[in-house]
DNA sequence: CGCATGACTTAGTATTGCGCGC
DNA sequence: GCGCGCAATACTAAGTCATGCG
């Protein structure tokens, strides 16, 4: 390719990104790592190609190939005139219509004028792929073209010197970058802020560190190591950031857009596609979750020739735009859905550019995904009798395996694989449970039948329940609990604490088993099904009270997230609460008090009013505010000025500083006027002090509602569980038959990544027969 | 035939930017 | 119209699971 015009994808960017001329393509990858070249070596025994297949298989291989070639030539899809690019958007084409007339009842108004991304965004919006041919089985697209990986800019030296031993060490650039790395790191936060992850956080950076200062450097020992001179730097950075101007902003986001333009669409089988993840990921330290025993460790730059690039043969390829350097190696893979992919060198594990969740790739999955789903609404009775039977088996294995079985549909914990706890950190799941996870009567009661399950899951989440198996809710129809829990007596008897309490069971047999149940079954859809018909039961369960009709919109939203949030405890889905929110709940915590102190002030002035023994000029009245006031407007006047007239960054720094100060004062004089809000200028009337009591009753009972509903989601995430686990044809529905809008629920990326859900009827449920469709 | 691996989903946290109250 | 606080988005780590290889 000569120049862009040859390339479609590039018709979405009028002009290439600041960056240099592009290096030729298609490429041999020069020098490259060993571990690059292992990984070659094996995959290409795993790529399709003559050299590593007998005759007949490259035939059959070939046969596919031309079996998907001939669907795109002569399938449907064809039968009207293929679409691309630049039909929609090559701007030297037909002229689109920048104005739209729309007749309203108000009388015609004039839209917006529509920019490129929102012009590119209908576009992608009028292909609806769940109503489009199906591509052949296996493959993932016909043909498939993109931009490929975009990467950072390379670092720029700031010249700021760490202090070793007090005196300030000489750093060549790249350990200058190493060393910015470390200094970034929030010294509270979730690695450095605990003394435990602390010390595997600092050891493993300061041995990379070290790798990088090379033999005999003076720096030796982290303790003498001073970075904040760095740390100060990348504040005064931040700052000089928020003095940008209008300009400044626009042309950021200008330049922004354009890279957006070029990396983040792909064009597949003729349509538009968004791509997820088109930014390579910038080096810096390793943030391991929990006590991973990697966390610190240095994250390297990715070079073009580490990664791989995925499109079809008669697609142009992207073009790296990194100077001098070229693609490791092209691939035409149609059978996968990644366009790019690359390894990491903290785990050597694959890492995936892809499509984003509103494309049709994930569309697609996600919706099978919620029909495999509702398909176990029909077989959930067959698993939950054989998970019975075999709960008294005589077989050690089938009793283990219907005991994990019954815990992973109940309880709804993840499968849990075998991990290395060298290499990662010490999570378990069903399978991977051990002794040490369970305390047999925690409250120590006569006849307990309650295990308390502890341990930390995927990510690190705490999982921490006590688990009554004598009551009601695990033994009613046919539950089991009492025989789930005697075999747990059973198989953690005489064991030690560090033991698997499964012993005999590996995700893989237990897989294996649900599949021969139900084709596709396996471990995770059992979270899927119970979020998805619990969130449906839920909802049906609101809906049923007989003051439903009456409530308003937003009532009923709170409705739909107690039900999400249901779900979410059922998952375990958390958040961390943030120092920030902590902070915030004591305030408002500290205003409600001061809101019913204030009434109690208002009554009793409302007692002196009515009492002529007493002289009205005991009533407190409100002092004047006009000092802070002027005060503060003047800090304000002069920070805006300081950052209008901000040249060096020495300036724009004081400007920031000068802005922060005068908003700390703002908040002051908030505060002072808070503080006698209640309170009058003059002697007030009665009525004036009667109708005030109601109105401060009124924020009282509001605030304290807000802050009591605050106080219950701080540590539950809804998010998740509506992104992943629960049918989005629920909440279409409910919100259809509720005439609640969907924006009320689903946010604009939720609507597009569930776009094939929206068209669902009001009285859509969640059942077997919708299984059946895919 | 078991286990490593490739590909994809699920997850919490960090950062951004926008709507709402003043 | 302005800025704050939060919701939305961006980011990337950490799972699951089928597969195919030795």
Excluded at 499 to 504: K, P, R, V
Excluded at 568 to 593: F, P, W, Y
């Amino acid at each position: 390719m000569d120049s862009d015009d040859d390339i479609p994808i590039a018709s979405l960017s009028a002009k290439l990104p600041p960056k240099p001329p592009a290096a030729p393509q298609p490429p041999k990858a020069p020098a490259v790592v060993k571990q690059q070249e292992e990984k070659k070596e094996k995959k290409k025994s795993t790529l399709p190609s003559k050299d590593n297949m007998t005759k007949e298989e490259w035939k059959a291989y070939k046969k596919k190939l031309k079996a998907i070639r001939d669907f795109a030539k002569h399938g449907k899809v064809e039968k009207k005139k293929k679409r691309s690019a630049d039909d929609d958007f090559e701007e030297k084409k037909p002229p689109r219509p920048k104005k739209v007339k729309i007749e309203t009842k108000k009388g015609p108004k004039v839209a917006k004028t529509l920019d490129k991304t929102q012009r590119i965004a209908n576009a992608m919006k009028a292909f609806l792929w769940w109503e489009a041919p199906k591509v052949p089985e296996g493959a993932q697209w016909l043909t498939m073209e993109h931009g490929g990986v975009y990467f950072p800019d390379k670092y720029v030296p700031h010249g700021v010197k760490i202090n070793y031993n007090g005196k300030p060490v000489d750093l060549t650039p790249d350990q200058e970058e190493c060393a910015t790395f470390f200094a970034a790191v929030d010294p509270n936060g979730m690695h450095l802020g605990n003394p435990k992850t602390a010390k595997i956080f600092i050891d493993n950076f300061f041995t990379d560190f070290k790798e990088v200062l090379g033999k005999g450097h003076v720096i030796k020992d982290f303790a003498k190591c001073d970075f904040t001179p760095i740390t100060r730097h990348l504040d005064e950075q931040k700052m000089v950031k928020k003095a940008i101007t209008d300009g400044e902003r626009k042309a950021n986001k200008a330049a922004k857009d354009q890279v957006n333009f070029r990396h983040g669409y792909a064009i597949v089988d003729g349509h538009l596609e968004k791509v997820g993840n088109y930014n390579m990921e910038p080096p810096g330290t390793f943030r391991g979750r929990g006590e991973h025993p990697k966390m610190g460790k240095v994250k390297q730059r990715v070079t073009p020739e580490q990664v791989y690039v995925n499109f079809s043969v008669e697609a142009p390829p992207p073009i790296c735009d990194v100077p001098g350097h070229a693609w490791g190696e092209v691939r035409h893979d149609p059978f996968v859905q990644w366009l790019g992919n690359w390894k990491e060198n903290i785990n050597f594990q694959d890492k995936y550019m892809q499509l984003a969740a509103m494309s049709s790739f994930k569309g697609k999955s996600d919706r099978s995904k919620y029909n495999k789903a509702a398909r176990l609404c029909g077989n959930i009775e067959k698993i939950r009798s054989d998970i019975r039977k075999n709960l008294k088996s005589n077989d050690k294995a089938v009793r283990q395996l219907a005991t994990a079985m019954w815990v992973i549909d109940r309880l709804a914990l993840r499968v849990g694989g075998e991990k290395d706890t060298d290499e990662e950190a010490d999570t378990v799941g069903c399978c991977s449970l051990r002794v040490e996870h369970m305390t047999f009567n925690p409250n120590n009661e006569e006849g307990s039948k309650e295990i308390e399950l502890e341990f930390l899951g995927k990510d690190s989440m705490l999982f921490k329940q006590t688990i009554d198996f004598g009551s009601d809710l695990y033994n009613d129809n046919n539950g089991m609990g009492e025989q789930v829990y005697k075999n747990f007596k059973d198989f953690t008897k005489g064991k030690n604490a560090t033991t698997d309490i499964f012993e005999t069971l590996t995700p893989g047999i237990l897989n294996q088993h649900l599949s021969s149940i139900m084709p596709g079954l396996s471990a995770k859809v059992f979270r899927t099904y119970n979020a998805s018909i619990t969130l449906q039961n839920e909802l049906a369960k609101k809906i049923e009270n007989p003051a439903w009709k009456s409530l308003t919109v937003s009532q009923k939203v709170t409705n739909y997230n107690d039900a999400n949030r249901i779900v979410a405890i059922l998952c375990n889905h958390q958040r961390s609460v943030s120092k920030a929110q902590e902070t915030q709940l004591d305030v408002m915590g500290g205003k409600l008090q001061t809101l019913q102190d204030q009434k109690k002030v208002l009554k009793k002035i409302l007692k002196i009013l009515g009492d002529k023994d007493r002289p009205n000029s005991i009533i407190p009245l409100k002092q004047s505010e006009g000092e802070l006031k002027a005060g503060v407007d003047k800090a304000l006047a002069e920070a805006k000025k300081m950052k209008e007239e901000a040249k060096t960054d020495a300036q724009k720094i004081e400007a920031t500083k000068a802005d922060l100060k005068a908003k700390e004062k703002r908040k002051d004089l908030g505060n002072s006027k808070f503080s006698q809000a209640h309170l009058w200028e003059k002697i007030p009337t009665e009525s004036q002090v009667a109708s005030r009591i109601k109105n401060w009753s009124d924020k009282i009972t509001k605030m304290s509602l807000d802050l009591k509903n605050r106080e219950d989601n701080k540590e539950v995430s809804l998010g998740t569980s509506k992104i992943n686990y629960m049918d989005p044809r629920i909440s279409v529905a409910f919100c259809k038959e509720n005439e609640v809008p969907i924006e009320r629920i689903f946010s604009k990326t939720l609507r597009d990544k569930f776009n094939w859900a929206m068209s669902v009827q009001p009285t859509w449920q969640f059942n077997y027969e919708i299984g059946l469709e895919n």
